[in-house]
């Protein structure tokens, strides 16, 4: 038996990733997906859905308010990227608090309580035939990085580098620079390592945009980047192995 499920976020780029994620999992199945919560609240309140991933801030409806007037006719999973409303979403009996960017292998946790809640989980956990995790971008092609406002795709091929600050991170492009409040740990760990290296506490560079070496200090476009101590030797391992 596969538990019906529903999308409800006003961001289609969320909405995306989410109706991907759940078309891997074996026992979900998509309904519908919707930007306006109030549309969603009807297909809810008429009794087919099992489940809805619901965002929290919302122009027309709240995720808060959605759950209100809801009142527990199905499960919900929370999918937001603010962190402060998740003791009030569990006041009103969310499964599960999916904080964006959300990682698959954690959204598949969180729909297996589900699937346990609901008494369909297998009775041996063998059973269970989850799907293999890769830890590389999506098709290894582009990432995904929360700005301030909005989950913003950006493709491999146009990264130049990536520079930690104090506070947030900045990946610079060809044609833009783009600021996230992600940490450089986690941004290093979705990038390729073929294509990407760290080569200092503050500086990850994409390899084929290296223009020259000197010493310890890489030239990318107008940007004169250091190596550190610490990164030195595995910097230039890697090099050698590219025959550069």
């Given at each position: 038996m596969v538990i019906n499920c529903i999308v409800v976020d006003d961001e289609p780029l969320a909405i995306d990733i989410i109706n991907d994620y759940i078309d891997k999992i074996p026992f979900l199945q998509l309904v519908k997906s919707f930007q306006n919560p109030i549309e969603a609240l009807t297909i809810v309140q008429e009794g087919g859905v099992d489940l809805v991933f619901l965002d929290v801030q919302m122009p027309e409806l709240t995720g808060i308010q959605f759950l209100k007037i809801a009142n527990n006719k199905c499960?919900?999973?929370?999918?937001?990227?603010?962190?402060?409303?998740?003791?009030?979403?569990?006041?009103?009996?969310?499964?599960?608090?999916?904080?964006?960017?959300?990682?698959?292998?954690?959204?598949?946790?969180?729909?297996?309580?589900?699937?346990?809640?609901?008494?369909?989980?297998?009775?041996?956990?063998?059973?269970?035939?989850?799907?293999?995790?890769?830890?590389?971008?999506i098709a290894n092609d582009f990432i995904f990085v929360k700005t301030e406002y909005k989950i913003q795709k950006i493709y491999l091929n146009d990264i130049l580098f990536i520079e930690g600050l104090k506070d947030y991170v900045s990946i610079y492009t060809e044609t833009e620079r783009i600021i996230t409040l992600q940490s450089m740990k986690k941004i290093d760990e979705g990038l390729p390592d073929h294509r990407f290296v760290r080569v200092h506490k503050s500086y990850i560079v994409a390899l084929d945009k290296i223009e020259s070496i000197e010493r310890s200090r890489i030239s990318i476009a107008d940007k004169i980047i250091p190596i550190g101590d610490t990164h030195r030797d595995c910097f230039f391992k890697m090099i050698e192995d590219k025959n550069i």
């Open positions: 499960r919900v999973i929370l999918t937001t990227a603010y962190p402060q409303y998740a003791v009030e979403g569990y006041e009103h009996n969310v499964v599960d608090y999916l904080l964006k960017p959300i990682a698959f292998d954690r959204f598949y946790k969180a729909a297996e309580k589900v699937q346990w809640l609901m008494g369909l989980a297998p009775q041996s956990t063998q059973e269970i035939q989850a799907p293999v995790l890769v830890a590389q971008p």
